[in-house]
Nanobody, 124 residues
Framework: VQLQASGGGLVQAGGSLRLSCAAS????????VGWFRQAPGKEREFVAA????????YYADSVKGRSTISRDNAKNTVYLQMNSLKPEDTAVYYC??????????????????WGQGTLVTVSS
């Protein structure tokens, strides 16, 4: 599976963006995709994840209530809708396929097939 992230851009604080993660290739029923972000000088951090079967979603506390992760099976695409954006949300956002045996993980080393990243810049 190859993943490609898109949808980043420049937005004012309080605004919204929808990121997309398009997958090419065959996915399994245990497929799960995670979104991570990395700000300059900081470590990559977990944002959200979604599992196909059973259907589950997971969020980091920093985005819970402001973000929604969803999927479109027909398009093999995962979306991350982010609302009420804050300057601290500024980062490169990456999507990746979970490669572990649990439903998901917030640990980036348990993911594979990373997309190239898309930059989100939130101005104050």
């Amino acid at each position: 599976v190859q993943l490609q992230a898109s949808g980043g851009g420049l937005v004012q604080a309080g605004g919204s963006l929808r990121l997309s993660c398009a997958a090419s290739g065959r996915t399994s029923s245990s497929y799960a995709v995670g979104w991570f972000r990395q700000a300059p000088g900081k470590e990559r951090e977990f944002v959200a994840a979604i599992r196909w079967s059973p259907s589950r979603t997971y969020y980091a506390d920093s985005v819970k209530g402001r973000s929604t992760i969803s999927r479109d099976n027909a398009k093999n695409t995962v979306y991350l809708q982010m609302n009420s954006l804050k300057p601290e949300d500024t980062a490169v956002y990456y999507c990746a396929e979970y490669g572990g045996t649990y439903y998901y993980s917030p640990v980036s080393t348990e993911y594979k097939n990373w997309g190239q990243g898309t930059l989100v810049t939130v101005s104050s």
